[in-house]
T-cell receptor, first 117, second 117 residues
Framework: AQKVTQAQTEISVVEKEDVTLDCVYE???????LFWYKQPPSGELVFLIR??????QNEISGRYSWNFQKSTSSFNFTITASQVVDSAVYFC??????????????FGKGTKLSVIP | GAVVSQHPSRVICKSGTSVKIECRSL??????MFWYRQFPKQSLMLMAT?????????EQGVEKDKFLINHASLTLSTLTVTSAHPEDSSFYIC?????????????FGPGTRLTVT
């Protein structure tokens, strides 16, 4: 069975601070994909990044960066110089093959980030 | 590309009535569609997986007679909540998978907020 743990339920930071959201996953599959999504108050999921299990390169996109470490089964997300618009719930998710040609996503419980002006 | 729409975005219905939610892939054909439910301040939970032209596969604990899923075409899946009750009030999100080498991808719709009074 697959599992995604986001231990931080809620985080509050002051604007311009850096913040790291933790994600730890469990799977026995050797091929899998990891995702981060942002869910603002409107509810719509916003895709942020996808990583496959064979690519451990860290990635930076503007103020966002991701640290993927297979040795610790972690896929952490850092926002640099946070802004009020970053306030949202962030979900980490794990995708593994479920048969019949499709993959199934398992979501973590999410981390609610509040950026205070 | 890869746009998924849902209709309606919000619906209020009376207890005992049925309500249908549509999920459409607008610019691609979706071999597989997924339906999720999200209660307030909780994560997304997979309800069912549907493949075009075949019966949906429901997750454990999801009543298939209550949540009817029809995936009649490669661009449309519908979720009908039958005899709705207040406890069915939730945020319902669909996603679509394009297959064809991208079986790990899921493109999410904007969600439908259902309130049963």
């Amino acid at each position: 069975a697959q599992k995604v743990t986001q231990a931080q339920t809620e985080i509050s930071v002051v604007e311009k601070e850096d913040v790291t959201l933790d994600c730890v996953y469990e799977t026995r599959d050797t091929t899998y994909y990891l995702f981060w999504y942002k869910q603002p108050p409107s509810g719509e999921l916003v895709f942020l990044i996808r990583r496959n299990s064979f690519d451990e390169q860290n990635e930076i996109s503007g103020r966002y960066s991701w640290n993927f470490q297979k040795s610790t089964s972690s896929f952490n997300f850092t926002i640099t110089a946070s802004q009020v618009v970053d306030s949202a719930v962030y979900f980490c998710a794990l995708s593994v093959y479920s048969g019949a040609g499709s993959y199934q996503l398992t979501f973590g419980k999410g981390t609610k980030l509040s950026v205070i002006p | 590309g890869a746009v998924v729409s849902q209709h309606p975005s919000r619906v209020i219905c009376k207890s005992g009535t049925s309500v249908k939610i549509e999920c459409r892939s607008l610019d691609f054909q979706a071999t597989t569609m997924f339906w999720y439910r999200q209660f307030p301040k909780q994560s997304l939970m997979l309800m069912a997986t549907s493949n075009e032209g075949s019966k949906a596969t429901y997750e454990q604990g999801v009543e298939k007679d209550k949540f009817l899923i029809n995936h009649a075409s490669l661009t449309l899946s519908t979720l009908t909540v039958t005899s709705a009750h207040p406890e069915d009030s939730s945020f319902y999100i669909c996603s679509a998978n394009p297959g064809q080498g991208y079986s790990y991808e899921q493109y999410f719709g904007p969600g439908t907020r259902l309130t049963v009074t």
